[in-house]
């Protein structure tokens, strides 16, 4: 599943999945660190591997191809490995320059044979991928395939479908990469979670890659010859399908706009059906009844009052300290900041970030509590994995039962986030122990009797009774859609078991000891996860149709314009009203050219002490504010005006003038006298701007028609969309994209 932009769609195994734990930040640097995963030193005794063994692999891996480094252009990490696992892996670095320009790249060894695990690649000239990179996708996806049969059973993987959208503008003067994924088959069945992604520059070479595999011949499998008809299995699930009426609550975090509405969702009682046994496949493994649909239960039946009043940064400080305080003399706990600002969903919040300090590093992450209440939004223990590194695991206490488990995890609702409490139920889903021996728990809001996808608290507890993570997802919504006009459970039901087919995979039981792929078969609807029926339409919705790009058509710039439109710089809100000829306003092409040029934060920007406004008309809660004010910043735009006319459209000229400074030419631009235009409309060029328009066109960024520069036209859309990517190529070649806003 990708490009999962929005929150609200996801079961809670689903999402524990996907990874809703925050993340963890390390000061130790042993090359890509698996998340939330702190990794141990192997010791010297415990391995004898020597960094000439790890550039042997390598370069027998790659013939050739890197013989132009050296062995001392290779530095090699210490063995390490992760906790709960005995794999012991090896990091290989290396940096050197060429022709002035840095080649720098990561290599991931893992196991006794030293497989490749992962692979990282930054050659030193990427100008032939950039847009219109030297090789197309599909010629991507061959030198992918090929490059497949380099590794073991490679031949035993198929391309999986991965239309990939970003979720964020990809600036033009970043290569083209094209990501493939490959996944492992037995007996023609998808092996999921064995898979191989690889990464392919525009220019045709390989430069990412990471395998999710083991060795599977010491894995059993289900035999194929056994399975149950998916003829049966679809009328086994058809015959106990149900449907629940919710309110999908859906988060963008790059805009921050919140969407609700009433959708029909499939009951998660279970996730699949075993191929041979006919079994439920639940979160806590097969079961031959079919769980019960729990009622709901709220846990407080009246708001209980806040943790405390008057809460400051001061008293959150103290409140940290006492939360995180670790028991051992080997490592110290450090704040490091402390401050108030607003989360991503738009509340008020002090976010503590904190370091634990040891001999060899350290590790830490942040807290974040409610300004109002003191009440925890945001925790992540590490403390466990921490001591577990250092030699110093903690005691287990006695185990825990699920309900007793349960009901320590409602004790620290009461304790750490009360005033929310009434908001939410008891969980509706099974709860699930993962390979840590941790309790995951997700209590959905309700809302006038109604489940909330979306908005729910999500929380750990270890099976000794230690909180290890707490998350409240609430958020303000003004007004709930009306449930009054839905059509009936019954039809909704109709619906989804004429849309049913199956998919058969081989999967494993999660957390599971055995080494054993099962057969099971997976519901789909219209053949695609996680679809959605609106309840008041009766209609199909799906998260990931919404990130599909719209497609527009020109006689001379489509291929450009529909760039634009993949990497979310060129914004177009229907397709079919629009028109690639029409005049673009200021605005509008600004946020275009910057947004080529550079990335933007998403959502809410960082603090600041002093917000700047440059002009009356562009305050900080105006959609082009960040643009502008980087605009200003680099010197594009002028500063001694009082308004920004972003309604209005902008001509050749004044665009000429926009390219010439984003490429940091304006000084030379400026002595118009020594510059000739020999357009036959050269005095319809402002005298101050000639110097400006002459670099533009002698840079071949506005090219001139029949001898004409047209300086008083308005810019279209088209002309927009090919003179920037002809600018990207300029500043790529001056050093490549400006840095984060």
């Known amino acids: 599943m990708k490009n999962l932009k929005k929150v609200g769609i996801l079961s809670l195994s689903t999402a524990l999945s996907l990874g809703i734990l925050a993340p963890v930040a390390s000061a130790s640097s042993f090359g890509n660190e698996q998340p939330n995963q702190l990794q141990v030193l192997v010791a010297s005794k415990e391995s004898t591997v020597t960094k000439n063994d790890l550039i042997k692999k390598f370069k027998s891996f790659f013939p050739k191809q890197f013989d132009f480094l050296t062995d001392n252009d290779f530095h090699m990490n210490t063995g390490h490995r992760y906790p709960e696992d005995d794999t012991i892996r090896y990091d290989l670095n290396f940096h050197k320059t060429v022709d002035g320009k840095n080649v720098y790249g990561y290599i991931g060894f893992v196991g006794k044979d030293l497989e490749i695990e992962s692979f990282h690649y930054e050659p030193a000239n990427t100008a032939d991928a950039l847009f219109p990179a030297k090789v197309t996708k599909e010629e991507a996806k061959k030198i992918a395939t090929d490059f497949m049969k380099r590794f073991p059973n490679g031949a035993e993987y198929v391309i999986e479908d991965n239309s990939y959208y970003p979720y964020r503008n990809q600036t033009l003067t970043e290569p083209i990469r094209y990501s493939f994924s490959f996944v492992s088959t037995k007996d023609k069945v998808l092996i999921p979670d064995q898979r191989v992604e690889i990464t392919i520059l525009g220019n045709g070479e390989v430069v990412n890659f990471y395998r999710n ?40 975090y790059q805009t921050g706009e919140r969407n609700v509405r009433l959708v029909y969702k499939p009951t998660g009682q279970y996730s699949g059906v ?25 846990l407080s039946a009246t708001p209980l009052a806040p943790k405390q009043s008057n809460f400051n940064v001061d008293k959150a400080k103290e409140l940290a300290e006492q939360l995180l305080a670790v028991e051992s003399d080997k490592v110290k ?28 590093g350290g590790h830490g992450t942040n807290l974040e509590l409610d300004k109002d209440t003191g009440e925890i939004i945001q925790y992540y223990n590490i403390q466990r994995e921490l001591l577990t590194q250092i030699g110093e695991a903690p005691n287990k206490g006695k185990e825990l039962s699920r309900e007793q488990a349960l009901n320590k995890a409602l004790e620290y609702l009461k304790e750490y986030a009360p005033s929310y409490v009434h908001n939410y139920a008891k969980p509706t889903e099974e709860y699930i122990v993962d390979d840590r021996e941790n309790y995951h728990f997700s209590f959905p809001r309700v809302v006038d ?56 995979n081989y999967v494993m039981q999660p957390n599971s000891k055995e080494n054993h792929y099962h057969l099971v078969y997976s519901p789909l609807f219209n053949d695609k996860a996680y679809n959605l029926l609106d309840a008041n339409t009766g209609e199909w919705t799906n998260l990931m149709d919404e990130n599909t790009p719209p497609v527009v058509t020109h006689p001379w710039a489509e291929e450009e314009l529909n760039y634009l439109i993949d990497a979310k710089i060129l914004k177009v809100e229907d397709v079919d009203s629009f028109d690639a000829n029409a005049s673009v306003t200021k605005g509008e092409a600004l946020e275009v050219i910057l947004k080529s040029l550079t990335y933007f934060h998403e ?28 605009a200003v910043s680099l010197g594009v735009l002028d500063d001694n005006k009082s308004k920004f006319d972003f309604d209005k459209n902008l001509t050749r000229e004044e665009l000429a003038v926009w390219y010439i400074r984003a490429l940091g030419l304006e000084q030379a631009a400026k002595h118009s006298n020594i510059y000739k235009l020999d357009f036959a409309d050269a005095n319809k060029v402002n005298k101050e701007y000639y110097g400006y328009v002459a670099l533009a066109n002698s840079m071949e960024l506005l090219t001139t028609e029949k001898n004409q520069f047209n300086p008083d036209q308005d810019v279209n859309y088209a002309q927009l969309a090919v003179s920037t990517l002809r600018l990207a190529h300029k500043v790529y070649e001056n050093g490549g994209r400006l840095n984060y806003y």
Do not use: C
Request: glycine content about 6%; overall charge negative; cysteine-free.
């Open 603 to 630: 959502g809410y920007p960082p603090d600041r002490e002093e917000t700047k406004q440059t002009f009356e008309n562009i305050d900080p809660k105006h959609p082009l504010y960040q643009v502008v004010e980087r």
């Open 213 to 252: 595999s083991k060795d599977l011949k010491s894995f059993t499998f289900d035999d194929t010859g056994k399975m149950k008809s998916e003829d049966a299995v679809t009328k086994q699930v058809k015959a106990n399908f149900s449907v629940d009426l919710q309110y999908q609550l859906d988060f963008d």
């Open 274 to 298: 075993h191929a041979l046994s006919g079994e439920w496949q639940t979160a806590n493994g097969f079961a031959k009844d079919l769980p019960e649909i729990k009622k709901l239960e709220m």
């Open 449 to 504: 009797g109604i489940v909330v996808s979306g908005d729910q608290i999500n929380m750990m507890v270890s099976t000794d009774g230690t909180l290890m993570n707490l998350n409240v997802g609430y958020q303000d919504v003004e007004a709930w859609p009306s449930s009054d006009k839905v059509i009936s459970a019954y039809d909704a039901r109709t619906l989804y078991r004429k849309a049913l087919s199956l998919k058969l």
């Open 333 to 360: 706990l450090r704040i490091e900041s402390v401050e108030e600002r607003e989360n991503h969903f738009g509340k008020k919040v002090i976010s503590i970030n904190y370091m634990y300090e040891y001999q060899n």
